[in-house]
Each structure stands twice: as structure tokens, then as C-alpha cells.
């Protein structure tokens, strides 16, 4: 027997007419028209808490300029800030179910965002969900704004936050490659060039450019972004000239800002260029491309060294996650770099999706930027959750197999560079020629023909000298 369970709705009106939300819903009419309209990704607003306290601060600050100025009652001020601050202690967040991807150039986001401390502030004022002559959306909430201000401002705050979260993992991965270079630093093996066998350093220097080239990401990261998504185009409003606002409006705002955020925002020099441009989205989409550039380069390599077992390279053994095949007994996979790589692509494709949102911007505005949030906040979640992936199911148990990586530096042709000094290239030239075609090792051919002494062969072939600039002899 099928029951019919009556929800109950209120009605709210907008530009297009009446329509019944679901009573106990905070979000309104404009939300649930959204819900209607776009179902694309699956990945809700609601997936980036970031970005929506970062709404919230801003809708904050601007309640904060607005009351200042004195066109904001004390209770509507009140009951904004009351919303916003439970919006930041992580309450309410399912009340944002809308599609990240939206037609609308982000009004979509703007409304429910209005809507949901709208209601969330008249419950506070004692008040029905719904009874916007008491606290409306548009009049209260959005007072002084404009989606094409409130919504880029409030996607730098979030980005602000989620790469303060981010540096997290990228240390913790950074530090995993240092401890692994210091545990390696005695192993010597076989540095290769084009697949090839090249000469002579220890796997603790291969660890060590790994971990030197996140930190330098890290870095660049840390010095650049921070500045250029601090600069915000609040109190632009419509198309960046601030209509409708007052001329201390858009400095309350911001001051307002900078107290909530804790960091230090201010305003863009020319809004109106600084409401179309995109680019500082493009710099840090950039950045994260960069970064997942060399992630899944260092997991190439990885795969590489781990190669075989017993056929492959096999000078590194990572940690067994799961059984490799359902038809070939005992095979184990290299999973986790495997899936570093694809979310590595991920974040490649996203940052190709950024830039094409970003010149797809058409005069005073850029309605594409919906995907440019989107793509920026998914690009550095999964980078964080990667990371931690990584490191933590990965680097952290590599093992080296040392006699198998001094095995094949003494049977490798290209310790034969090492002497090159003291033979001339002609002569190691035609050692290893000799080698290649014979299989003897280099060391047995300039025995054989007492080429070197063994005192200076060992000396030569010391590891410090073969890995590092020869130190000048002492007078």
C-alpha cells in the first residue's frame, strides 16, 4: 500500500511568478528554481564549505557597511550577522543544493545565499520562514550588491581559505621525500637520461629533487596567490561603477571584511576591470597545473623504479595496496601513483576549462565564471586528498633494494664517465664499446688492460666523488 505524504510549502513570489518551496527548507523561490534548472555536475555547492563561509563573510561585511551607514535597521543587522556566523560554524550548509555549474553568471548562488540568511535571520527575529517583509533577500541581505561583486569576491575568500587548507598535505608530502632522501643517502645507483643508463647518484639525491621541487611550487604558490586574490572588486556592484552604493560604502566593506576574514583585503584599483578579469583565476589555475605537472611526473618515475619486480627496474619496492589482477596470480600494481596520475589529469583538464571560461568573458562581465569557481575549488580538493594519498599510502613505506641498485652500477657502462678524466674519451670511448659488445663490466676491462691502479680506481670511483663536484685537492 503507497502512502502520499503531504509536505507542507509556503508560497514565495519572484519575477516569474508564484511557487511552493518545501516549508522546511531555508533557501526560497529563486533556489528551488535553480534546483530545477541545473543538474549537471552532481557537485553542489554544499561540496565547498570554504566557499560558502566565504558568502557568508561577505555578506557580513556588506551588513556591517550597510548598518554603519545607517540604511540597515539594528534588528535586520542582527539577525544577518546571527545567520552568517552560523553559516561559519558549519550549520546549515545543506541548504545549499544548487549545481555548481549555473547559467546566470552566479545570481543563482547570490540568491540562495540571500535566501538562506534571510530565513535562518527571521527565525532568529522570531519570525515564520518565508516572511520577507521582515527581512527580505534582495532589500536586506543584498543591500548595496550585486551578484557580479558579491559573487567573485566571495569565491577569493573561499580560494584564500582553501589553499591555507592545502599547504597542510603539500608540507606533509614535501617532508615525506626529505625523510626518504635522508634514508637513501647511502644507496648508490644509476641516474638514467632518455630511459638510458647515464651515471652514477645516490637514490637519496633522486628523493631529494623531489622534495625540492614541490617546495619550490609551494613556494611560488604561497608568495603569489595570497596578493592577487586579496584584491577584490566589493562595492563594484553591477558592472564594477557602484551604483546604488554610497561613496563610503565600498571602504566600510572592506575594512569589514579584513576584520572577519582575518587577512588582509582590499579593493581593486579600477572595479570595472576588476568585475570582467579573470586572470588572477587563470595565475592560480596555472599554479595547481604546475604542481600536478610534477606530481604526476614523480609518479612516472616512481612506477619506473618500482618496474618489474624481477624484470623491471625494481630498484624501489612500494608498499603492496591491492591485488594487481583478476587473471594473473601474485601481480601487484603501482595503484596509488596510478591514481596520482589521474588526478593529476583531472587537474590538467580543469585548468583548460578555466582558461576557455575565462576568455569565453564578454565586456563589462564573464557569465562563465561559475565554472571557473567550480574547477578551481575541485582542482584543489582533490589536490590536498591526492597528496595525503600519496604520501600516506605510498612515500611514506617506500623501501629501497640497495644490493640490486649497487648491482647494476657496477655492471653499468655509465660509471665509465667517471673516468674520463683520467683516460681521455677516445679510451673510454672504446672501454666501453668493448663492454657493449662483450658484456664485461668496465672495471674488468681496465684491469685486464692495467689502465688504472686499483688505488686510484677506488679513490675514482669513491661514492662522494662520482655524485657530487670533485673537492680540489689539499696542497
Do not use: W
Request: net charge negative.
Amino acid at each position: 500500500m503507497q502512502m502520499n505524504i503531504e509536505i507542507k510549502t509556503r508560497v514565495e513570489k519572484d519575477l516569474l511568478g508564484l511557487k511552493e518551496v518545501p516549508f522546511h527548507c531555508y533557501y526560497g523561490v529563486q533556489t528551488l528554481r535553480a534546483l530545477e534548472n541545473f543538474n549537471l555536475s552532481s557537485t553542489k555547492l554544499s561540496h565547498f564549505p570554504v566557499f560558502i563561509k566565504a558568502l557568508a563573510m561577505v555578506k557580513a561585511a556588506c551588513a556591517d557597511a550597510n548598518f554603519k551607514l545607517n540604511k540597515l535597521e539594528e534588528n535586520k543587522y542582527k539577525a544577518i550577522q546571527h545567520a552568517c556566523q552560523q553559516l561559519n560554524n558549519d550549520l546549515y550548509h545543506e541548504q545549499f543544493p544548487i549545481d555548481m555549474i549555473q547559467g546566470g553568471a552566479g545570481t543563482s548562488t547570490n540568491m540562495n545565499i540571500n535566501e538562506v540568511v534571510a530565513n535562518i535571520g527571521l527565525e532568529y527575529l522570531g519570525h515564520a520562514k518565508g516572511e520577507y517583509q521582515y527581512l527580505h533577500p534582495n532589500n536586506d541581505v543584498n543591500m548595496s550588491q550585486s551578484t557580479n561583486d558579491v559573487y567573485p569576491s566571495a569565491i577569493k575568500i573561499g580560494l584564500l581559505f582553501a589553499l591555507d587548507q592545502l599547504n597542510l598535505p603539500f608540507q606533509s608530502l614535501i617532508q615525506s621525500f626529505e625523510n626518504k632522501s635522508n634514508e637513501f643517502s647511502h644507496i648508490l645507483k644509476m641516474g638514467r637520461t632518455q630511459l638510458q643508463d647515464a651515471v652514477p647518484m645516490t637514490l637519496g639525491q633522486e628523493f631529494a629533487a623531489f622534495a625540492h621541487t614541490l617546495q619550490n611550487d609551494l613556494k611560488k604558490i604561497n608568495q603569489i596567490m595570497p596578493d592577487a586574490l586579496s584584491v577584490v572588486n566589493l562595492g563594484g556592484t553591477a558592472i564594477g561603477t557602484g551604483i546604488n552604493t554610497e561613496v563610503e560604502y565600498r571602504i566600510l566593506a572592506i575594512q569589514a571584511l579584513s576584520k572577519i576574514t582575518n587577512k588582509t583585503i582590499s579593493s581593486a584599483p579600477d572595479l570595472i576591470e576588476a568585475t570582467s578579469d579573470m586572470g588572477d583565476f587563470v595565475l592560480l589555475s596555472s599554479l595547481l597545473k604546475r604542481t600536478a605537472t610534477k606530481l604526476s611526473k614523480i609518479s612516472n618515475d616512481l612506477r619506473l623504479l618500482s618496474s618489474g619486480p624481477r624484470a623491471g627496474l625494481n630498484e624501489i619496492h612500494l608498499e603492496p595496496r591491492q591485488p594487481g589482477s583478476s587473471i594473473m596470480p601474485g601481480k601487484v600494481n603501482p595503484v596509488i601513483p596510478e591514481a596520482m596520475n589521474l588526478a593529476c589529469y583531472q587537474i590538467m583538464a580543469n585548468d583548460l576549462a578555466i582558461t576557455l571560461a575565462a576568455e569565453a568573458g564578454q565586456l563589462q562581465l564573464n557569465a562563465m565564471e561559475p565554472l571557473i569557481a567550480f574547477k578551481l575549488f575541485e582542482s584543489i580538493d582533490l589536490l590536498g586528498r591526492a597528496m595525503r594519498m600519496f604520501e600516506q599510502k605510498c612515500i611514506q613505506n617506500i623501501r629501497a633494494n640497495a644490493e640490486h641498485c649497487q648491482a647494476l652500477v657496477d655492471n653499468s657502462i655509465g660509471i665509465i664517465t667517471v673516468l674520463n678524466p683520467y683516460l681521455g674519451y677516445e679510451t673510454t670511448t672504446r672501454i666501453a664499446k668493448q663492454a657493449n659488445e662483450t658484456g664485461a663490466s668496465i672495471l674488468e676491462l681496465i684491469r685486464a688492460e692495467q689502465l688504472l691502479s686499483d688505488e686510484v680506481l677506488a679513490s675514482v670511483l669513491a661514492v662522494q666523488n662520482m655524485v657530487h663536484p670533485k673537492q680540489k685537492d689539499a696542497a
